[in-house]
T-cell receptor, first 111, second 116 residues
Framework: QQQVKQSPQSLIVQKGGISIINCAYE??????FPWYQQFPGKGPALLIA?????SEKKEGRFTISFNKSAKQFSLHIMDSQPGDSATYFC??????????FGSGTQLTVLP | EAGVAQSPRYKIIEKRQSVAFWCNPI?????LYWYQQILGQGPKLLIQ????????DSQLPKDRFSAERLKGVDSTLKIQPAKLEDSAVYLC??????????????FGPGTRLTVL
């Protein structure tokens, strides 16, 4: 299973700051790139997703930026809040509807 | 809409013992997935079902792991015998089962397995 590389492993930001998490993928067959949010003791939940035919998708404070030529995509969380403190996973998916997940980023937003 | 249900939530066993996990997907969801999430890593797909048929089990360690979804609804994942390296959270997810890659997967809370 080809990898999705995610960085940083952990991230600490102040309330109101911008959180940025980066991912790079290898499999050019991926055509769906979701971000999942996971709180302790819970399963991952879909946060936002993008298809490679667009370069950016915004939903509220969350934005995905996508660079197809570089095979990279990133999640930006604007005006980060303590409630955003969680682990974030990027993933790549294709026609088989299987997801390959990154290793996760533990985000801590300080009050 | 009720979410994906899993039980038990926690399980502690000794190595070489057997263990089984149960999953009840969201009603009407045709596709069911089992993932293994080792501490500090992302979920790794073990097996994918479409209704009661296996779509992909290429990453399932078949010498010790087995899974079934007999009536196309609930599913069980079994490990026999367990090894220390099987300690992980086992996540079940389900999706509508459309052919689109954007078919959203909904995850259950997982079962945390500790093998001593």
């Amino acid at each position: 299973q080809q990898q999705v590389k995610q960085s940083p492993q952990s991230l600490i930001v102040q309330k109101g700051g911008i959180s940025i998490i980066n991912c790079a993928y290898e499999n050019t067959a991926f055509d769906y790139f979701p971000w999942y949010q996971q709180f302790p003791g819970k399963g991952p939940a879909l946060l936002i997703a993008i298809r490679p035919d667009v370069s950016e998708k915004k939903e509220g404070r969350f934005t995905i930026s996508f660079n197809k030529s570089a095979k990279q995509f990133s999640l930006h969380i604007m005006d980060s809040q303590p409630g955003d403190s969680a682990t974030y996973f990027c993933a790549g998916g294709g026609s088989a509807r299987q997801l390959t997940f990154g290793s996760g980023t533990q985000l801590t937003v300080l009050p | 809409e009720a979410g994906v249900a899993q039980s038990p939530r926690y399980k502690i066993i000794e190595k070489r013992q057997s263990v089984a996990f149960w999953c009840n997907p969201i009603s009407g969801h045709a596709t069911l997935y089992w993932y293994q999430q080792i501490l500090g890593q992302g979920p790794k797909l073990l097996i994918q079902f479409q209704n009661n048929g296996v779509v992909d089990d290429s990453q399932l360690p078949k010498d010790r792991f087995s899974a079934e979804r007999l009536k196309g609804v609930d599913s069980t994942l079994k490990i026999q015998p367990a090894k220390l390296e099987d300690s992980a959270v086992y996540l079940c997810a389900s999706s509508h089962g459309t052919l689109a890659s954007t078919d959203t997967q909904y995850f259950g809370p997982g079962t945390r397995l500790t093998v001593l």
